[in-house]
């Protein structure tokens, strides 16, 4: 199977696209495959359709159905980078979202751009306790539509924590996507963060260099507890932008690293 790719960077959370029509029920396997070492080693693949509300430009289906905001960025991006849309401010289907999400992107270069994106309100938010390593853990459960964000205050001490963690929280909480977010504050309104992603359908357990629902349920929890609105989270690839309110905006750059032909033997 030859497939046409895009390879995005959002702060370098790396993202494939795939532009031609593949039946849905083939995601799962295609994503396993393009996220391999060997094929584009991407942490997530995305698959851009035809939109169906006719006031959106684009539909971003991602390889579980979970929502991701940096893909959504990436998507966005993507409609200025392809002369799919002349305006700079249009409206983008996503899985994981009822709703079509207002975007706004300004190019920087013919490959650099900097994407702003609505993102869906939290279905629900509760605190929960863990038990891990003989530790209580406290934290946030910040479920969206097709991901759920555990925000916690615990720093983890090493990589290896977080498998053992993601199995003590997957016994709480069930999701397309489960995300473990560690953050703690940097000064002022900077905190940073340590993005790990479990993806049910395909299996996938990876370290984000950069997180956009995660950031978004971090900028929720703290805008809750704190007051604070606007937040720079900072995170290994690079700065997301958090704004809540009425409204809800993540935003990032986005760079368009490839382009090409990927071959597959399913």
Known sequence: MRLDFVKVSPSKNMTAFITNYVPPAHYAEIASKIMDYEYLHAEQVGFLVAPKGEQSVLRLEMSGGEFCGNAVLSAAAYCIYKGITNSNKFLLEASGSDIPLECVVVEKSPTH?????????????????????????????????????????????????????????????????????????????????????????????????????????????????????????????????????????ISTDVRFTSEGIVNLDL
């Open 113 to 249: 751009f900097e994407a702003k994106a609505e993102m869906p309100s939290p279905l629900s938010i509760s605190d929960i306790t863990i038990d891990f390593n003989e530790h209580c853990i406290s934290g946030s459960v910040v479920k969206l539509d097709g991901i759920t964000h555990f925000v916690t205050d615990y720093w983890p001490n090493s990589k290896e924590n977080f498998d053992s963690l993601i199995e003590v929280v997957t016994e709480r909480v069930e999701d397309k996507a489960i995300g473990i977010i560690p953050y703690r504050k940097r000064a002022g309104q900077e905190y940073e963060i340590w993005p790990f992603v479990y993806v049910t359908e395909t299996g996938s357990r990876f370290f984000e260099q950069a997180c956009g629902s995660g950031s978004l349920a971090l900028g929720i929890c703290l805008s809750m507890k704190n007051g604070e609105h606007e937040l720079n989270i900072h995170q290994p690839g690079g700065i997301i932008y958090v704004e809540t309110g009425d409204k809800n905006y």
